[in-house]
C-alpha cells in the first residue's frame, strides 16, 4: 500500500479521496490555485501545495507543475479524480515517467477509449453492440450531414473526445443541422481541443444506463448497474442504482458486455461502460448498445458503493499498489436501493444557468451521506464546476430509498446563493419517477411543473417577517406603548419578483400578530418556540445580508425590500442585453447598425465550459456593441445596445 499520494484535484471528489486515504493511512498530499487556498480540501490534506492561477489552464491542468509536487513531497502515487487530467494520456505517459504510480488506468486504455469513433470500431470487434452512425475521419460539413441524412433524423452531435454533455447536439431537422454542427464544433473546441464529432441516431425513448467495472490489467468484473437516465441537456441529476425494472437477463448480458469492453483493452482500475437503452418495449438483452467508457471514476460511483458495500476508492489504491483484486464476480451482490442527487449552484428560473455566491448557511441532515468540497463560509467560484454537494442515500427497497431522497432533500439547508435544491425535491417527487417510469427526457417534458415554484405558505410568510423584525431567535418582543394600539411596523419583502406586504403588530412579551393580504395571523411564543395560528413552527430561519431563507420542508427565501430602490429591470425597455453570468464572451455576432430580429443570436457566452447563446429580447437595430470576442465579462455586464423603439 502507498504512504503517501498525491490528489490532482480539487472540490468534494478531493475531500472524498482525502477520506478514503486517511482510513487506509496514507496520507495526502493537495494541490490547490489561487482561488482554493481557502478550500475545503486543502484544510483536509496532510499537505498542500500550491501550484497556479485560479483558471484550470494555470493550476489543475498544469501536468508538470502537479508531477513536480509529487515528487516534492515524496508522494509516490497521483489520484486524478474525475475531470481535469483524469482521462489525459499524455499526463499519465509523464507521471509513469517521472518513477510515479498513476492511480488509474494505462495511458494506452485511455487512448484506446478516449475517441469516441475508434472506441466504437474497437467495442464492435469486441463483440459489443454499438448505435447506429457515423464515426469516420472525414469531418467535412457537407460529409457529415449527408450522413445524417442516411442515418434518419433525429440524430446526435457528439464531440469524439466528449464528455459531460459538452460538444452534444440534439438535430430534429435537416436545416437545423449546420448551426448545430457549427456550435457543437466551437464547444469541443473549447472543452477538448479537438473539434472533430461523430454522428449517430437519436434513440427516441433512451434510457442511460451505465455498468461499473474494475480491472486488474488482464481480468476484469461488474459491480452491477447505475440508472442514469434523469439528465438535463445530457448531464445527469438524480443517478440510481440498480436501475429500475432491470430483468437477470439483462444485468447479465449488459454486465458481460461491459467486462468483454474492459478486458479488450486491459483495463486497470474503476471504469464506467455507458450504454444507451432502448426502453420503449421494456428493457430487453437486444435494446441496448455502447455509447462510451469513462476510463476514471464516476461522480455517482457513491450508489454503487452503497448496494455493493464497497469502497472504491479503496479498491483503486490497492489494486494500483500492486494488490489483486479484492473479490470475484461471485462474490459480489445487490443489497437494496441507493440514489444520488448533485446539488448544484444555479438559476433554476433562469434556465438553470450557473450561479456564484458565497455559502452563508449550509446544511444537511443527520444520516444523510453528502459528499461536498465546499462549507459554510465559502465561496462557489466562477472558475470551476459548480457543485456544492451528492446528496446520497440507501434503503431497503426503491421505494424507501426514494422517500428517503425526498425528505433528505427537504431538510437540506442552503443559503447564500441560488440552488437547484427545489427543483431536485420535485424530482424525487415526480410521480412517473417514482413509478419507474424514467426516460432522459423526462425533464424536458416536465420542466414547467418541475421548476414552478410553489406559493409559500402563510405561516412560512409569518416566520420571515418575525426573523425581520430580530424576533424570531429568542429576542424579546418590544411591546412597545401606545395609548390607543398595540405598536405597529410595516416590513415589505420580495419573494422573486412578487412583493411581500405585511404589518406586525406587537401584543405582549412573547405575543404578536402578523397580517398579509388583510388576514391576521396570531403568533406567541411558547418555552421559546413561536407557535403560529395555534400550530408550533417546525421552521429553521437565516438570515443573510439582503435576505431571509425560511427552512421548513424546503426552502423560502425573501428578499428585504427597499423601497427607495431604484428599479433599473425597466430602464432599458429590452434595449441592453446582459451578462447572465461571469464568463468568456466566445463570440459577437451583429454589428451597430445591424437589424435584428427577436431570438437572433446576438453572442455566446462560455461560462463553466458551456456555452450560452444570447438572443434579442425584440425586434429592432443594434446601436452599439459593448464587448469583443475574448473579453472576460462579470455577471449584469451590458454586451449590446439597441436602438431605443420610437
Known sequence: MFQKILIANRGEIACRLIETARKLGVATVAVYSDADAAARHVAMADEAVHIGGPAPADSYLRGERIIAAALATGAQGIHPGYGFLSENPDFVDAVTAAGLVFIGPSADAIRAMGLKDAAKRLMQ???????????????????????????????????????????????????DFAAALDSAQGEARTAFGNPAVLIEKYVEKPRHIEVQVFGDGSRALHLFERDCSLQRRHQKVIEEAPAPGMTAEMRAAMGAAAVRAAEAIGYKGAGTIEFIVDSSRGLRPDGFWFMEMNTRLQVEHPVTEAITGIDLVEWQLRV????????????????????????????????????TGRLDHLAFPAGVRADSGVRTGDAISPWYDPMIAKVIVHGPTRAAALQQLADALARTEVAGSVTNLAFLGALARHPGFAAGDVDTGLIERDLAALVAEPAAAPEVTVAAVLAVAGLWDGAPVLGGFALWAPLERSISLMRGEVAVEAVLRVQGADAAEVVLDGAAHACRRVQGRWWIDGAPSRAHVVLTAGAVHVFD?????????????????????????????????????????????????????????????????????????????????EAGAALIALEAEA
Open 320 to 355: 494500483a499498489s500492486g494488490e489483486a483484486l479484492p473479490r470475484t464476480q461471485e462474490d459480489l451482490e445487490i443489497r437494496g436501493h441507493a440514489f444520488e442527487a448533485r446539488l448544484y449552484a444555479e438559476d433554476v428560473p433562469a434556465g438553470f444557468l450557473p450561479a
Open 553 to 633: 420542508g424546503g426552502c423560502t427565501s425573501f428578499a428585504l425590500h427597499d423601497a427607495l430602490a431604484r428599479d433599473v429591470s425597466g430602464g432599458a425597455g429590452g434595449n441592453i442585453t446582459l451578462s447572465p453570468m461571469p464568463g468568456l464572451v466566445k463570440a459577437v455576432f451583429v454589428a451597430a447598425g445591424q437589424a435584428v430580429v427577436a431570438g437572433d443570436r446576438l453572442a455566446v457566452l462560455e461560462a463553466m465550459k458551456m456555452e450560452h447563446v444570447l438572443t434579442a429580447a425584440r425586434d429592432g437595430v443594434v446601436a452599439e456593441v459593448l464587448v469583443t470576442a475574448g473579453a472576460q465579462v
Open 125 to 175: 470487434e469486441a463483440g459489443v453492440p454499438v448505435v447506429p452512425g457515423y464515426h469516420g475521419a472525414n469531418q467535412d460539413p457537407e460529409h457529415l450531414a449527408g450522413a445524417a441524412d442516411q442515418i434518419g433524423y433525429p440524430v446526435l452531435i457528439k464531440a469524439v473526445a466528449g464528455g459531460g454533455g459538452k460538444g452534444m447536439r440534439k438535430v430534429t431537422r435537416p436545416q
